[in-house]
T-cell receptor, first 110, second 114 residues
């Protein structure tokens, strides 16, 4: 079973700072997902990556398949970015092959 | 608007009672999933259904039951056999296309058993 580790577990930063959240996994994957969970619980899918880099607005996600590592970056962070960010990987095994990290709790202070 | 609707958002029940959580989708996705989230833990798969009239146990199916009589609906029943039912429950669907798999989540249901 794939092990997914996220770091840091908690991150507090000032508005405008550049944010990096990391995700490492133990077994080769077909895809990696970055998810955002707001207070109240709803989850939104931010990115699905199988290689390289994707950008959406102020969010950038990268993945290094050889190193089994992905990063989520937030540029010019804003208090509305405060949320839990979850990494999930498709390993191909199991029902949907998704293994989830425990999440990174991000707080952006004004 | 297309999406996933979970209800109720908040539910309180007495210990020993069965509870059914609703999940409805109008995305026309075949695959549907139920996850459980506990504080400080990653989401864990309870049950999944890849097609109507078929469903499979996930990693933590004990004490839960589901049905999939319609493509749009995948209700989850938390039975009295579930030893620790208080948790946040998320329903999800999956779209598969040429770009891969995209997961869509509902807003979740908070279940508290007292």
């Amino acid at each position: 079973k794939n092990e997914v580790e996220q770091s840091p577990q908690n991150l507090t930063a000032q508005e405008g700072e550049f944010i990096t959240i990391n995700c490492s996994y133990s077994v080769g994957i077909s895809a990696l997902h970055w998810l955002q969970q707001h207070p109240g619980g709803g989850i939104v899918s931010l990115f699905m990556l199988s290689s390289g880099k994707k950008k959406h607005g102020r969010l950038i996600a990268t993945i290094n398949i050889q190193e089994k590592h992905s990063s989520l970056h937030i540029t010019a962070s804003h208090p509305r970015d405060s949320a839990v960010y979850i990494c999930a990987v498709n390993s191909g095994g199991g029902a949907d092959g998704l293994t989830f990290g425990k999440g990174t709790h991000l707080i952006i202070q004004p | 608007d297309g999406g996933i609707t979970q209800s109720p958002k908040y539910l309180f029940r007495k210990e020993g009672q069965n509870v059914t959580l609703s999940c409805e989708q109008n995305l026309n996705h075949d695959a549907m999933y139920w996850y459980r989230q506990d504080p400080g833990q990653g989401l864990r798969l309870i049950y999944y259904s890849q097609i109507v009239n078929d469903f499979q146990k996930g990693d933590i199916a004990e004490g839960y039951s589901v049905s999939r009589e319609k493509k749009e609906s995948f209700p989850l029943t938390v039975t009295s056999a579930q030893k620790n039912p208080t948790a946040f429950y998320l329903c999800a669907t999956k779209r598969t296309d040429s770009s891969g798999n995209t997961i869509y989540f509902g807003e979740g249901s908070w279940l508290t058993v007292v």
